[in-house]
């Protein structure tokens, strides 16, 4: 295990706001978990694509780098078990280059596998819980790991047992994929509905990447961590009653009988596309994305997202939730 001192968070977070984080570990067995004092569980951190920290942290932040791909076929599917620290994007690449479906429409999304089922990401009308088998998981208290099946990840729509009752108990140190050498491709999302039926991985994984770099800001260019806010999920009657007033808001049905809508659309509605507070704002192409544009501080980026989630309480009647990990010391 490897202890770095009083680190610049700006590394550790694509917002890059200015912090100092006091103890960063870097583990990547299980013997270096092992060491990790209970008594005191670090904070964990990916690859800071979703976390922003808005102060300095005494608190230990925990990294697990092992990045290991085994892969075992099975007939028609073949079997990941990819540990924690492996980037997400250059594993969603190494499949679609074999051939295999089910990670296509999740392509470019930053972050590390370990991170993936933290927030069960998804895009594009696909899930991290489509294809999860299980996830393996550390415990501070028995410093033993456990293997939890998809059904015990207990997945929602970005959430999972990891935010939840298993929050601070420990580490994810890898995950159980199961992909296909057959797949049917899934097109219904805007941007890849041009695809024909028999198109290829290859294919979808291309307008994915085409679709993704059209609209949303590159994080080495623009500091940002991707999709601020959680696209609402309404009720029926919710959903029906903001139609009489707004004929064009988007619907997406659920399989649950709910209807999300677009965060993204509510905001622009609001007047806050382009729109910022100082050096925090909207992107001009997507709004649910909020930019630091290089001097942003906390302060701005806290009166920022307050302001949005009241003025589209006060136009829609509805509560906007942050999808992003806000840190600070407690």
Same mark, same amino acid.
């Given at each position: 295990?490897?202890?770095?001192?009083?680190? #610049?968070?700006?590394? &550790?977070?694509?917002?890059?706001?200015?912090?100092?984080?006091?103890?960063?570990?870097?583990?990547?067995?299980? =013997?270096?978990?092992?060491?990790?004092?209970?008594?005191?569980?670090?904070?964990?951190?990916?690859?800071?694509?979703?976390?922003?920290?808005?102060? #300095?942290?005494?608190?230990?932040?925990?990294?697990?780098?092992?990045? *290991?791909?085994?892969?075992?076929?099975?007939? @028609?599917?073949?079997?990941?078990?990819?540990?924690?620290?492996? @980037? /997400?994007?250059?594993?969603?690449? &190494?499949?679609?280059?074999?051939? /295999?479906?089910?990670?296509?429409?999740?392509?470019?999304?930053?972050? *590390?596998?370990?991170?993936?089922?933290?927030? @069960?990401?998804?895009?594009?009308?696909?899930?991290?819980?489509?294809?999860?088998? &299980?996830?393996?998981?550390?415990?501070?208290?028995?410093?033993?790991?456990?293997?939890?099946? @998809?059904?015990?990840?207990?997945?929602?729509?970005?959430?999972?047992?990891?935010?939840?009752?298993?929050?601070?108990?420990?580490?994810?140190?890898?995950?159980?994929?199961?992909?296909?050498?057959n797949?049917?491709?899934?097109?219904?999302?805007?941007?890849? #509905?041009?695809?024909?039926? #028999?198109?290829?991985v290859?294919?979808?994984?291309q307008?994915?990447?085409?679709?993704?770099?059209?609209?949303?800001?590159?994080? !080495?260019?623009?500091?940002?961590c991707?999709?601020?806010?959680?696209?609402?999920?309404?009720?029926?009657e919710?959903?029906?009653?903001?139609?009489q007033?707004y004929?064009?808001?988007?619907?997406?049905? !659920?399989?649950?009988?709910?209807?999300?809508?677009?965060?993204? /659309?509510?905001?622009? !509605?609001?007047?806050?596309?382009?729109?910022?507070?100082?050096?925090?704002?909207?992107?001009?192409?997507?709004?649910?994305?909020?930019?630091?544009?290089?001097?942003?501080?906390?302060?701005?980026?806290?009166? /920022?997202?307050?302001?949005?989630?009241?003025?589209?309480?006060?136009?829609?009647?509805?509560?906007?939730?942050?999808?992003?990990?806000?840190?600070? =010391?407690?």
């Amino acid at each position: 295990m490897r202890k770095l001192q009083q680190q #610049d968070a700006r590394l &550790y977070s694509s917002f890059r706001l200015p912090a100092v984080l006091h103890q960063v570990l870097l583990c990547e067995t299980e =013997e270096d978990l092992c060491q990790i004092d209970a008594a005191q569980a670090p904070l964990i951190l990916g690859e800071g694509s979703n976390s922003i920290f808005l102060t #300095d942290m005494q608190r230990p932040v925990l990294r697990y780098i092992a990045k *290991s791909v085994t892969e075992t076929p099975e007939a @028609n599917d073949i079997l990941l078990h990819v540990e924690a620290g492996k @980037n /997400w994007h250059e594993l969603v690449s &190494y499949t679609v280059s074999q051939g /295999w479906w089910g990670l296509e429409n999740l392509a470019l999304i930053p972050g *590390s596998v370990g991170a993936a089922p933290v927030q @069960n990401i998804g895009a594009y009308g696909v899930e991290l819980t489509d294809s999860c088998v &299980y996830v393996d998981f550390f415990h501070w208290d028995s410093q033993q790991v456990q293997r939890l099946s @998809n059904a015990e990840c207990l997945f929602g729509y970005r959430d999972s047992i990891f935010k939840r009752a298993l929050a601070d108990q420990g580490v994810i140190v890898a995950v159980g994929l199961k992909l296909h050498t057959n797949g049917t491709p899934k097109l219904s999302y805007k941007g890849l #509905d041009h695809l024909s039926a #028999d198109c290829s991985v290859r294919e979808v994984y291309q307008a994915v990447l085409q679709v993704r770099r059209s609209k949303l800001p590159d994080p !080495q260019v623009l500091a940002n961590c991707g999709s601020f806010f959680k696209n609402p999920l309404l009720t029926v009657e919710q959903f029906t009653a903001l139609t009489q007033q707004y004929p064009q808001i988007p619907a997406f049905p !659920q399989a649950d009988g709910q209807i999300k809508t677009a965060a993204a /659309w509510l905001i622009e !509605q609001a007047g806050f596309k382009g729109q910022r507070l100082g050096d925090i704002g909207c992107f001009e192409l997507q709004p649910l994305v909020l930019i630091n544009y290089g001097h942003g501080t906390a302060a701005q980026l806290e009166q /920022w997202m307050n302001r949005i989630i009241a003025t589209v309480q006060q136009r829609f009647g509805i509560c906007l939730e942050p999808e992003v990990r806000m840190l600070y =010391e407690r």
